[in-house]
């Protein structure tokens, strides 16, 4: 049986233990749900890391805008179904409301109907694909944005102050190696933290084409920095 499995069984018998607790077998399926379910991957970042197109290219399809400006400025989860849905969850607890879209050159354009980026906690984009039946990702803003309620959405979904963050892991994408990359790294498992953090962080070395400005070996320099 494999740790995966044991884990499971653990959560199964749990639920006869906890039996005359409803706020527990609650909670015990919730976890059960998230067990099975898709890992949540978050993809985090500074501007123009080239985030979104490490999405698109996950998905194998471009959903997200990418694009010399800054393109992502809400959390926006990419999720597997059987049909097209964009929901928007708002910031002040109401009920969530689907939004209309369309597709330009392949990219989400998503309408946000009255409501301006700074009201909307996260958008959840459902679109059947394969690779989203295994990995449910999820699109943050840059971590250094020009506009600073816009980055500091990133740090707010990554490590919350009353709540685990709901991702399981993280690709952290850099362009170079900055000091304020590593903090924010170290920043994710921090174990003096009450609750826990993404322990599965990958650094990804990203635009690695563009290293030496771009001179023919920049792929074969950015492997030994990528290895330092």
Not at 26 to 40: N, V
Not at 105 to 131: C, F, H, Q, Y
Request: aromatic share 6%.
């Amino acid at each position: 049986m494999s740790l995966s499995d044991q884990a499971r069984d653990v959560l199964v018998k749990s639920e006869s233990v906890f039996a005359a607790s409803p706020e527990a077998l609650e909670s015990i399926g919730e976890i059960l749900k998230r067990f099975d379910g898709p890992l949540r991957v978050a993809i985090a970042g500074k501007v123009k890391a080239g985030k979104s197109t490490l999405m698109n290219a996950l998905v194998g399809e471009r959903l997200a805008a990418t694009d010399v400006g800054e393109c992502t400025k809400i959390v926006t989860w990419y999720l597997d179904g059987h049909t097209y849905q964009v929901m928007l969850y708002p910031k002040d607890g109401s009920e969530a409301a689907q939004a209309r879209f369309h597709r330009d050159e392949g990219a989400l354009e998503i309408d946000l109907g009255n409501r301006s980026a700074s009201e909307v906690e996260r958008i959840e984009v459902t679109w059947p694909s394969k690779t989203l039946r295994e990995l449910t990702l999820i699109d943050t803003p840059g971590i250094d944005s020009l506009t600073e309620s816009v980055g500091t959405r990133a740090f707010e979904f990554l490590d919350p102050e009353d709540r685990a963050t709901p991702a399981d892991a993280v690709l952290y994408l850099m362009r170079h190696i900055h000091g304020s990359d590593l903090r924010l790294l170290e920043a994710f498992h921090d174990d003096s933290m009450a609750e826990p953090n993404p322990v599965n962080t990958v650094a990804v070395l990203s635009r690695a084409d563009e290293i030496g400005a771009g001179r023919l070996d920049s792929m074969a320099s950015s492997r030994r920095i990528a290895r330092a």
